[in-house]
């Protein structure tokens, strides 16, 4: 694992000292499974999401509003606030969840450039 990447794999993740984030804090994004190989993040995330509604979503279940762990998910949701008449409680938590979603996606691309500097290095 290059350098750079190990970092995700301390709770340190949307702290001041590492990478700041309004969306999580002191996470940790690179956690080995069973096999040594790491977890998913998005199967984190929808740990995550699990954790702020305190039940377990199940991949293929229909999430909830909090847990937004695919793309497809993702554009539905943002789908319902721009065409659905939803409370404002229900849009805030679909708006916080959108915005946890994409930060891992882009933190993914960060991830992704990084590797290649590190395997072009």
């Known amino acids: 694992m290059s350098p750079t990447l190990k970092k995700g794999s301390k709770p340190n993740y949307g702290s001041k000292d590492f990478i700041p984030s309004k ?3 002191d996470y940790t994004w690179w956690v080995p499974g069973a096999d040594g190989k790491p977890t998913d993040p ?4 929808r ?21 937004i762990a695919e793309g497809g998910a993702a554009a539905t949701a943002y789908s319902r606030l721009q065409f659905e008449d939803i409370s404002m409680e229900s849009r805030a938590k679909i708006n916080a969840a959108l915005l946890r979603y994409c930060e891992l996606d882009t933190l993914a691309m960060v991830m992704i450039v990084q590797g290649w500097k590190n395997f072009l290095n």
Do not use: C, M, Q, T
């Open 23 to 25: 969306n999580y804090k």
């Open 42 to 45: 998005y199967e984190l995330i």
């Open 47 to 67: 740990e995550y999401g699990s954790d702020l509604i305190g039940e377990v979503v199940r991949p293929g279940e229909d999430p909830d509003d909090l847990v």
